[in-house]
């Protein structure tokens, strides 16, 4: 447990400078996270008898999120069809092999880590990168953006009866940064609040065939949880509106809950209790990253469709 601990803290003491920081330092942590869980993917099927391609897959990752921080989803795009059509000719071609699986798993690898890492930095660089003569923009202005689906709903008529307060302790950060930090809270919480509310009255199985642990009881322990900290991190710290971020947290716990029991079934296929032991005390970079593999691309699309950035 102290092990974990420590990790843990030196995890956040990283995240927050990176995620603070912006620019190359993210974008390069990104790819570092990405290339370590694509080493435990690799590693993961390998013990079945399935032979990724390894290297390309590398450089694969590399290129797609390279052309994630410069923002060119075209190329993005180039580069995930190229590396699928590449892939099948070294695996199936180049090595002999009559077996598409090698291949199937190299391509699934590839686009199961490389999208959700670069939509993760899609999010950051969402709206703080200029062009010329422009000026960052910030989270107190799409904190007031209100041409939005959600919005057009005008549910806020129905609070008019409350007081007219503002939480907001008014931190006029970069909007990137602030929906990052949404991101990984919400992620982060979904997790401890279904492991304690789990652990501690959980007696009905969510999905006992792919992961024992998981209860009914946790899942919507993790629903609320992952909702008050939305509300807390997106509308108290950062001023952004209310019922989205609540309705954020509600569809951040589903991914991340979802994420989780992916990662569950390829180590149960595998046979491994971890994907790997980069993070002492927390296993691999899979084992801590698989939700955001979920929510990190679904919050992206939430905030461009609820028109917060």
């Known amino acids: 447990m102290v092990l974990r601990i420590i990790t843990g803290i030196i995890g956040i003491a990283i995240a927050a400078f990176v995620i603070q ?34 290297i390309f897959g590398a ?8 052309c994630a921080w410069l923002g060119n989803v075209e190329e993005l795009l180039a580069v995930l069809t190229v590396s699928m059509m590449l892939i099948f000719l070294l695996t199936v071609i180049l090595r002999g092999s009559t077996r598409p699986t090698d291949a199937c798993v190299s391509v699934a690898g590839i686009m199961y880590i490389g999208l959700p890492f670069a939509h993760l ?25 209100n041409a939005t689906i959600l919005d057009k709903l005008e549910i806020g008529k129905f609070l008019d009866f409350l007081p007219s307060l503002d939480l907001s302790l008014n931190l006029n950060v970069d909007a990137g940064c602030a929906l990052v930090w949404v991101l990984f809270a919400c992620t982060w919480a979904s997790d401890t609040f279904a492991y304690f509310v789990g652990s501690t009255i959980g007696s009905h199985k969510l999905a006992s065939s792919i992961s024992p642990n998981k209860t009914v009881e946790g899942f ?12 807390i991190v997106g509308t108290i710290i950062f001023g952004l509106p209310l019922i989205k971020m609540a309705v954020a947290g509600f569809i951040l716990a589903i991914a991340a809950t979802l994420g989780d029991l992916v990662e569950s079934v390829l180590k149960r296929f595998a046979n491994i209790k971890d994907s790997g032991i980069f993070l002492p005390g927390h296993g691999g970079a899979l084992d801590r990253f698989d939700s955001i593999l979920y929510t990190a691309p679904v919050f992206y699309y939430f905030v461009i469709l609820a028109g917060i950035a």
């Open 21 to 54: 920081y912006g620019g190359a330092p993210f974008a390069g942590f990104a790819m570092f996270l990405s290339l370590l869980a694509w080493h435990e993917y690799s590693g993961a099927f390998r013990r079945v008898g399935v032979i990724t391609t390894y």
């Open 59 to 66: 450089l694969a990752l590399i290129l797609l999120l390279c």
């Open 121 to 145: 930095i899609f999010l950051r660089f969402l709206t703080d990168e200029p062009q010329p003569g422009e000026t960052v923009t910030t989270v107190q202005e799409i904190a007031t953006n």
């Open 220 to 231: 919507l322990g993790s629903i609320v949880g992952t909702i008050l900290t939305a509300v």
